[in-house]
C-alpha cells in the first residue's frame, strides 16, 4: 500500500477592522482607509503586492481583511496607527483590539 501523503491546509485570516463610531462623526473615511490599506499592506517584503492571498473588502463601516497566508494582527494595528498619525487623528482616537485572538 503506497503511503498517503498529507495535504497542508489552507488556513484563512479574517480580521475585521470596525470604524463605525470615527465614520459616524465623520472623523475617518473608512474607504480612504481601506485604499490606504491597500497600497501599504506588504506580501513578500513588497507593497502592492496583494494579489489573491490578501482581499480587503470594505462593508459599510467596516474593513474586512481575508488572508490566505500568514498575517498578523499587530501588522494591522501598526498599519492604522500609521494612517491615524497621517491624518493627525492619533491625538483622538485609540486602536483596541476587540478579541485576544483574531477570527479564522
Given amino acids: 500500500m503506497p503511503g498517503k501523503s498529507k495535504k497542508a491546509k489552507k488556513v484563512q485570516k479574517k480580521f475585521v477592522l470596525d470604524c ?3 465614520a459616524e462623526d465623520k472623523i475617518l ?3 480612504d482607509f481601506a485604499t490606504y490599506l491597500n497600497e501599504k499592506i506588504k506580501v513578500a517584503g513588497k507593497t ?3 494579489g489573491t492571498n490578501v482581499i480587503i473588502q470594505k462593508e459599510g463601516f467596516k474593513v474586512n481583511i481575508l488572508s490566505d497566508i500568514p498575517f498578523s494582527k499587530r501588522y494591522l494595528k501598526y498599519l ?3 494612517y491615524l498619525k497621517k491624518q493627525n487623528l492619533r491625538d483622538w482616537l485609540r486602536v483596541v483590539a476587540s478579541s485576544p ?3 479564522n
Fill in 48 to 50: 502592492g503586492n496583494l
Fill in 101 to 103: 485572538r483574531p477570527m
Fill in 20 to 22: 463605525t463610531h470615527p
Fill in 29 to 31: 473615511d473608512p474607504s
Fill in 80 to 82: 492604522t496607527k500609521k
